[in-house]
């Protein structure tokens, strides 16, 4: 236990290092001139107005994590597009052996030379491969394009809320009933009372 703990306050220690060591470094170096010019509040490009702390538009929010939600999820096209094409290269029938147990290699991540000529994936097997994938890459895409189409459906994709929607919001709020206890009710609670 007391080996854990020493390896828990090692990687501490040389985690806070690496943080304060660049910041002192960068104090002693730098020049430290002072100018109104240098004190001035400037934003991308354009000086400021008002306070900057104001409330933001929660569209900002919304916008932003779709973003990094769609982006992290067409991230996993990378993969696999690195796996399946070489499974295409193997899946041509005029790919010499050699060069075939060299890709069986790459997509099994064995090392290089581990594999005959004769223990390479065929080409049917590798075609086999290639449907299975792109099948599996369809559903997933198919997920992704039911949850754009929800998103766009809800409207979090429109930066400015178009009035007849918000006019047709209201009017489907003013047609909905309000549940109004009927009159004899309260006639018998204002009298019990």
């Known amino acids: ?12 220690l040389t985690g806070s290092l690496m943080l304060l060591i660049p910041l002192l470094i960068g104090k002693l170096i730098r020049p430290s001139v002072r100018s109104p010019e240098k004190d001035a509040i400037y934003e ?19 916008v932003a994590l779709l973003f990094i939600v769609f982006d992290v999820e067409v991230a996993f096209f990378f993969p696999w597009a690195a796996v399946y094409g070489t499974a295409g290269q193997l899946a041509d029938q005029r790919v010499p052996p050699a060069v075939a147990a060299q890709l069986t290699e790459q997509l099994a991540s064995l090392p290089a030379g581990t594999l005959k000529p004769d223990q390479a994936i065929d080409p049917q097997t590798a075609l086999a491969l290639l449907k299975t994938g792109l099948v599996d890459i369809l559903v997933f895409f198919g997920v992704l394009l039911v949850g754009f189409a929800y998103v766009w459906k809800r409207g979090d994709l ?6 007849a929607r918000q006019t047709e919001h209201r009017q489907h709020l003013a047609r909905t009933p309000t549940v109004v206890p009927p009159p004899e009710a309260t006639r018998q609670e204002s009298t019990v009372a």
């Open 158 to 163: 429109d930066w400015v809320r178009s009035l």
């Open 1 to 12: 236990m007391p080996d854990v703990v020493g390896h828990l306050l090692l990687f501490a």
């Open 44 to 62: 991308c490009g354009e000086p400021t107005i008002g306070s900057s702390f104001i409330q933001f538009d929660l569209r900002f929010y919304t």
